[in-house]
Every structure is written in C-alpha cells, then in structure tokens.
C-alpha cells in the first residue's frame, strides 16, 4: 500500500455500546481498525421497548451488514397515519424513501433484537469488548490518546470515541459542559400485542394528552406509547405498570383504545421524562470525540435519534478509514454531520413545542414532519 494510502486510524477506543457504539466498533472493526470497546454494562445484548427505525437507520444498519438479521424479525411498513383522539384518520403520510429505493421507508423493531444482533457481529468481528469497565481518565497527548480504564489497565489509541449516551461521562471529561434539558414532556411506554388491522404508525392527537401512539414491532407485537407532562419523578422508571397506564390513556378510541384495554394490570410499563441535549459543534477535542446521544439527543417525535446514532457511526468510520489525517477527519465530520442533525434536533424541538401547546398560531406537526423527513433523503 503507498504512503498516501496508508490507514491513519490503526486503534480506538470506544467508550459505550449501545447503537452508536456498537455501529462504531462494528464498522471500524470491518474496515480493519482495532477497537477496544467499554461498557459499564455486564452484556450487550438487550431487552427493551419498541422503536421505530426510518429508512436512513436501515441504510446504516445495511451498511454493516445487519439489516437482514434486523429484517427478520422487524415490520416493514411505507407511511404514517394521524388520528383524531377518537381514531378518525386527519391524514395518511407516505414516508419517504430515506434509505434510498430498496429499503422501506420505515420499520418497526424490538430494540432488544438490534442489541442482539449488534453484540453478536461486534464479537464476530473480534472487537475487544470490555464490560463492567468504563474511562478514569484521558491524557490527549496530541498524536495519540492514553485512557486508564477502571480495570487500572491502560490504552493507547489514535482516537477516543465516547458514545455513553446522553447522560456521557467522556463529555465532560474532554471539556464540554453541556448538559442535557428537560423539553417539558413524559412518555409512558409499553410492548403489547398488534391488533391485526395495525399496519404501520399511527399518531392520535387532540386528546386528553399530548398525544398517544403506537408503532407495529413484529407480526404479534407493537409498540404504545402516551406522550403527556413531566408527572412527579416516582413514576420514573419501570415501576408504574399496566394499570397505570390503562387509566392515564383514558380518552383515547381506535385501535389505540383497543391496545391500552389489552394490557394486563401487571403490563411492564415504562414512564420517563423527555430530554434533549445538542452540543455545539465541534464535539471533538483533539483526539477524543463524542458522537450519537452523548452530542445530541432529541425528543423522539420524528423517530430520529438512533438514525441519527447510526449514521454518525458509519460516517465516522468511512471517514477514519479514508486515509486522511485524524485532525483532518474531525473537523470534517463536524463540517458534514453537524447541520443534519442540528436540523432534526430544531425541528423535533419545534414539533414538542407544539405538541404541548397546541394552539400556537401555525403549529403544525404533520408538515414540519414531512418536510424533515424529506430532507434526510439525501445521504448523511
Ligand atoms: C423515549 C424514547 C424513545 C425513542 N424512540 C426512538 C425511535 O423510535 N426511533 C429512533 O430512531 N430513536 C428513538 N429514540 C432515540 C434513541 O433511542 C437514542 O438516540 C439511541 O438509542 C442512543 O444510542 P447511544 O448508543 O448514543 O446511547 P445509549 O443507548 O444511551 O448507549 C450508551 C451506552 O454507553 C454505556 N455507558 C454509559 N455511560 C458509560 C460510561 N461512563 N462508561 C462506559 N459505558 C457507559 C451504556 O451502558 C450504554 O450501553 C428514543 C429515545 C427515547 C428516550
């Protein structure tokens, strides 16, 4: 191989597998980048509620070689329906094609099944996986990144890459202060069973809440959700169950009135207050960078956060492996990511903006969804 063609990126450290990071690790790995992968979790593998995955997340997941895994098990479905509260359709929203022609515009999915199949294809692909293990300390030293990890062990790397999520450690760590905020609303979530005639999302608005939802997960299963105020933080977490949810969903008709009357009283439900963080570009620090919800998480009204996870991993490694320096590569990610997903983190403010206040003269969550879905067909 010439000089000029020479990989600057031998290793990485990435700190967090969750789908940025396990994207990440899978994809630096495919390209022949050693990586080093922690996690404070003791397994990667997953349990977990539904998500609804557009087309540019299959694109990324496509890219390293997961989409057909995912397809397996996911439901595949091309447009979006809103409802009135009592289940009269206002409109009918074909999704675009996100992830170019051959894939679906959008898919519904069991996120303990993308954790799965992530785990398995990161060790395949003989990543160094370490658990129960996260970063103590970074010493940037210019041309390469030294990090004590918490086994007292100690890694020398061309980049550091934090992907631990929202609430991420490494943030801080390299210097950025940013934290996440509260945008002002509560999701209550559940996995129920898919009524037949439940063919893809549907959004209910104008009812006693926010709004109320669900998404097809597989052929037996969907995902619910209620979109409400931030309630008192003991609801917080796994606690609350069905019961709980059956009575705050009340004033809803349609097939989501038939899913909430399904749940058991026991029903695993999870409530837990939206928040969103958008750290100002650059997200890199020399040698160390974060990437996916530890640089921007936005509340998941376009069903866009993960894509946008995703996508930062895959650009993030093509880059790497371009054979451009690292401290080109930075500022250059920055310079093709940055505008993207500060456009889905605006908008997705915009529409919980106008979620829950409604009356806001031009508010009008169908169109500002449509135009940002629109936009993310070009590629990331
Ligand atoms: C209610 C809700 C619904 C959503 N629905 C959708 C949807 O339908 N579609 C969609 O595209 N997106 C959705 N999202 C967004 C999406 O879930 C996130 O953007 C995405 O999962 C974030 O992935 P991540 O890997 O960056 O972070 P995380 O999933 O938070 O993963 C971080 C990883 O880092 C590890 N970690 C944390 N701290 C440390 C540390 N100090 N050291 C080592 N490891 C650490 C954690 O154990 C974890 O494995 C939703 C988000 C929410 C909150």
Redesign the pocket.
């Known amino acids: 191989m010439a000089e000029s063609q020479t990989p600057r990126v031998e290793r990485v450290l990435v ?7 396990g994207v990440l690790s899978l994809a630096l790995a495919q390209r022949g980048v050693e990586v080093v992968l ?4 003791s397994e990667l593998g997953g349990v977990g509620h539904g ?4 087309g540019n ?1 299959l694109k990324a997941f496509r890219a390293v070689g997961i989409y057909d895994q995912l397809a397996e098990h996911g439901f595949p479905f091309s447009h979006l329906r809103l409802k009135t509260a009592d289940g009269n359709v206002i409109a009918e929203i074909p999704t675009p094609p996100m992830g170019g022609p051959d894939l679906p515009g959008t898919m519904g999915a069991v996120r303990g099944d993308i954790a799965d199949i992530l785990a398995d294809e990161v060790e395949k692909a003989g990543v160094d996986v370490r658990l129960r ?3 103590t300390a970074i010493e940037d030293h210019g041309d390469a990144v030294t990090a004590t990890l918490s086994d007292g062990t100690t890694e020398t790397v061309d980049l550091l890459v934090g ?8 943030r801080s760590m390299i210097g950025i202060d940013t934290q996440p905020h509260p945008v002002g609303m509560g ?1 209550w ?1 559940t996995v129920a069973k898919r009524p037949a005639g439940m063919d893809c999302s549907e959004l209910y608005y104008g009812g006693p809440k926010y709004k109320a939802g669900y998404t097809p997960i597989s052929e037996d299963l969907c995902y619910a959700f209620l979109l409400e105020e931030n309630l008192d933080r003991s609801f917080v977490g796994e606690g609350p169950h069905g019961a709980v949810l059956k009575e705050r969903g009340q004033g809803y008709g349609g097939l989501w009135g038939e899913v909430r009357d399904s749940l058991a009283d026991d029903a695993i439900v999870n409530y ?1 207050w ?1 928040e969103a963080i958008c750290v100002d570009s650059p997200w890199h620090r020399v040698r160390s960078i974060v990437i ?3 640089a921007h ?1 936005c509340p ?1 009204l376009i ?7 995703a996508e930062d991993a895959v650009v993030l490694a093509e880059m790497l492996t371009s054979g451009d320096k690292v401290e080109d590569v930075l500022p250059a990610f920055m310079e093709r990511r940055y505008p993207r997903v500060k456009m889905v983190l605006d908008n997705s403010l915009q529409l919980a903006e106008w979620e829950i206040h409604p009356e806001t003269p031009g508010a009008d969550p169908g169109r500002i969804m449509g135009q940002t879905l629109h936009a993310l067909v070009a590629p990331a």
Not at 51 to 54: H, S, V
Request: charged letters at 15%.
């Open positions: 700190v967090g597998g969750g789908i940025t990071g922690v996690d404070l979790r998500i609804t995955l557009q997340a293990t996260t970063v992907a631990d999520g929202i609430r991420s450690q490494v999701i979530r837990q939206i996916g919800d530890a998480a998941p069903a866009q956060g993960a894509a946008m996870c």
